[in-house]
């Protein structure tokens, strides 16, 4: 069962930092998932639609530039990131899930993809995953080989059949969704499956228990003790 750190490790630092992604790292993690979105044509990670909840910033992402976004601090002195700075630490070291926030992302996401020195970034290491299903019928269109996830925290039936339809990789219901007939589902249409988000040892126990492929978790290491 693999560890994916959910926004780095964002239940031991700051989320969506590059001290939570070293964080992660340095716990071994078996991939990293991050959120992205689209600032005036530039990749910022960042998971909210609003700056307060993670941030000293007052309002909505897209109501500010970037310059002021990264004047910001995202806790303990981080600042939000570029994804070209995520991409860089994280480098081939584990898996990169990038979670395409809001519309007009894919396209961006896969053009900074492409000029990756394929020489230190294998595209098999990457995962391009959302609940926008136009953002991924996109993706799938800029490139059918690229590793799609799609997720899912209701109408899992018609989440994967979606799935099926851009022949995804992964698919990554909610915990609230998972069950031992859904993983077999998944498995059966040749997907991986990826629950989100486990924390405490009762559930990592219990979807280790259903055959899972994966788990994101704000605690890697709990996973990692388990």
């Not at 989320?15 to 044509?41: C, M, P, W």
């Amino acid at each position: 069962m693999k560890v994916i750190g959910h926004r780095g490790a964002m239940g031991l630092a700051p989320e969506n930092t590059l001290l939570s992604f070293r964080k992660a790292l340095e716990l071994g993690v078996d991939g990293v998932e991050f959120d992205v979105q689209n600032i005036d044509g530039n990749l910022l990670v960042f998971h909210d639609d609003t700056l307060e909840r993670t941030t000293d910033g007052v309002g909505h992402i897209h109501q500010h530039s970037v310059e002021y976004l990264r004047t910001l601090d995202a806790g303990q002195g981080e600042q939000i990131p570029f994804l070209q700075e995520v991409i860089a630490l994280i480098g081939s070291k584990t898996m990169i899930n990038i979670e395409l926030k809001g519309v007009r992302t894919a396209s961006l996401v896969m053009h900074l993809v492409k000029l990756l020195d394929k020489d230190h970034y294998n595209k098999d290491n990457f995962i391009i995953s959302s609940y926008l299903f136009s953002e991924l019928f996109l993706i799938r269109q800029l490139d059918p080989d690229i590793k799609i996830g799609v997720i899912a925290d209701d109408q899992p039936d018609v989440a994967l059949s979606f799935a099926r339809d851009v022949n995804a990789y992964s698919f990554h219901p909610s915990l609230s969704l998972v069950s031992k007939e859904l993983v077999e589902q998944v498995h059966q249409e040749g997907m991986q499956l990826y629950v989100h988000t486990v924390n405490d040892s009762k559930n990592i126990a219990k979807v280790k228990a259903m055959g899972v492929d994966g788990v994101f978790t704000d605690y890697p290491d709990r996973v990692r003790g388990i």
